[in-house]
């Protein structure tokens, strides 16, 4: 196993390896979180796991971030870990909302790079709105189908009105019991 290597270290390696591709930096608890386009995330991602010295070949997780009414709305936190340096480094993209509920934010997939991705993208795509291009299954993962809407966004409806369109309806109990009047 190779050494640990502090987030300035880290930083340096990065920006050695992604020139102009990084476009902030910031240390949080002693891990280091780059910002990149989100164009680039495609050849980051594998940049940074290719590259001597940086290893990252685990993605741990893939979250979004919404940041409403802000634009650029969204950000994508990729969590990677090198198995062989035991170092940790977040990479961050921002997507800008489209305003329309049929033509979604969009960044291109990395599941063929990181399987670990697939069902981290699919999430996203569920319950932020996020479509991947190229993603093999790009499906709900946890909602039905049918579901309006994706309901971790900042400005989802919580109306009280039911947005699950199954045609089931519950039936009123025939009688009301009363457990202190027995």
């Given at each position: 196993?190779?050494d640990?290597?502090?987030?300035d270290q880290l930083?340096e390696?990065a920006?050695?390896?992604?020139?102009n591709?990084?476009?902030?930096?910031s240390?949080a608890?002693?891990d280091?979180?780059?910002l990149?386009?989100a164009?680039?995330?495609?050849e980051v991602l594998?940049?940074?796991?290719?590259?001597?010295?940086?290893?990252?070949?685990?993605?741990?997780y893939?979250?979004?971030?919404?940041?409403?009414?802000?634009?650029?709305r969204?950000?994508?936190?990729?969590d990677?870990?090198?198995?062989?340096?035991?170092n940790?480094?977040r990479?961050?993209?921002?997507l800008a909302?489209?305003?329309?509920e049929k033509?979604l934010?969009?960044?291109?997939?990395?599941?063929?790079?990181f399987?670990a991705?697939n069902w981290?993208e699919?999430?996203a795509?569920?319950l932020?709105?996020?479509?991947?291009?190229?993603?093999?299954?790009?499906?709900?993962?946890?909602l039905?189908?049918n579901?309006d809407?994706?309901?971790l966004r900042?400005d989802y409806?919580?109306?009280g009105?039911?947005?699950w369109?199954?045609?089931?309806?519950?039936?009123?109990?025939?009688a009301?019991?009363?457990i202190?009047?027995n």
């Amino acid at each position: 196993m190779a050494d640990l290597r502090t987030a300035d270290q880290l930083l340096e390696l990065a920006k050695n390896e992604l020139g102009n591709m990084l476009m902030d930096s910031s240390t949080a608890a002693g891990d280091l979180s780059i910002l990149v386009p989100a164009g680039s995330i495609r050849e980051v991602l594998t940049k940074l796991r290719d590259a001597d010295g940086l290893r990252f070949d685990l993605m741990s997780y893939m979250t979004v971030v919404d940041y409403h009414p802000q634009e650029p709305r969204f950000e994508l936190v990729y969590d990677m870990y090198s198995v062989d340096t035991a170092n940790r480094i977040r990479v961050r993209c921002r997507l800008a909302d489209t305003g329309s509920e049929k033509d979604l934010p969009e960044i291109d997939s990395v599941a063929d790079i990181f399987m670990a991705s697939n069902w981290h993208e699919r999430e996203a795509y569920d319950l932020y709105g996020i479509n991947f291009k190229g993603h093999p299954d790009q499906r709900r993962i946890l909602l039905p189908e049918n579901w309006d809407g994706h309901p971790l966004r900042r400005d989802y409806p919580y109306d009280g009105k039911p947005v699950w369109k199954l045609g089931a309806s519950v039936a009123e109990p025939e009688a009301k019991f009363d457990i202190l009047e027995n």
